[in-house]
């Protein structure tokens, strides 16, 4: 709630916030930590959109931060993950709000879902503000420098397929990649504290 209070005063009437990945309520019980800001602000009455990066590859920001403003009644569209760069070269984001797994009170470090380093790099050459939204108990105080956090690699058939719900309701999962070809799969990244506009 008290993230949601100071997060929502970043929200103006008739913005647009792009988030990344998910941080919402069923990640973070009720209202969640990057969603908190907008859900807010809902309440408060303020009209703004949403964009949801699809988050690939397992698609968090597709299936559930998307699944949850829908059910919340916020307005909001998924793009592709590499299309939040077009649409901030064109003016249609104001704010980007993320979640982070760990923050290092040291030095200001984030660590999030993969993607989240590009879109604060992104953020930046279009002087968009970016902010995290965390608990305190996300602060590491302990690690002195983010190229300590471990990154976790996961399976390479996450890259290499895509899953989804069928035209019966099934979840099926596909192959979309060269047969023979492998992958990289880091689940997160780290984004330096410069890069950051503050922290909520």
């Not at 949850?68 to 307005?75: H, I, M, R, T």
């Not at 902010?131 to 590491?140: E, H, K, N």
Request: hydrophobic share 40%.
């Amino acid at each position: 709630e008290a993230i949601g209070r100071h997060g929502s005063k970043l929200i103006k009437n008739g913005s647009s916030v792009l988030t990344h990945c998910n941080a919402g309520w069923l990640a973070f019980v009720d209202i969640g930590s990057a969603t908190a800001p907008m859900y807010a602000a809902q309440a408060k009455g303020k009209s703004f959109h949403v964009f949801c990066d699809e988050t690939r590859p397992r698609s968090q920001g597709a299936a559930l931060t998307a699944w949850e403003l829908d059910q919340q009644g916020v307005s909001h569209e998924v793009i592709a993950d590499n299309a939040a760069g077009h649409l901030m070269q064109r003016g249609e984001i104001d704010l980007v709000i993320v979640g982070s797994d760990r923050t290092l009170g040291r030095t200001g470090e984030v660590a999030n879902k993969i993607g989240t380093y590009t879109k604060a790099v992104l953020a930046a050459r279009h002087k968009i503000p970016f902010y995290v939204a965390i608990p305190l108990s996300t602060i590491d105080w302990n690690l002195r420098r983010g190229m300590d956090i471990p990154i976790e690699e996961r399976d390479e058939s996450e890259v290499l397929g895509a899953w989804g719900v069928d035209s019966r309701g099934r979840c099926r999962e596909i192959r979309v990649a060269n047969p023979t070809s492998e992958a990289r799969n880091p689940a997160f990244d780290v984004t330096p504290a410069n890069l950051i506009t503050g922290i909520i």
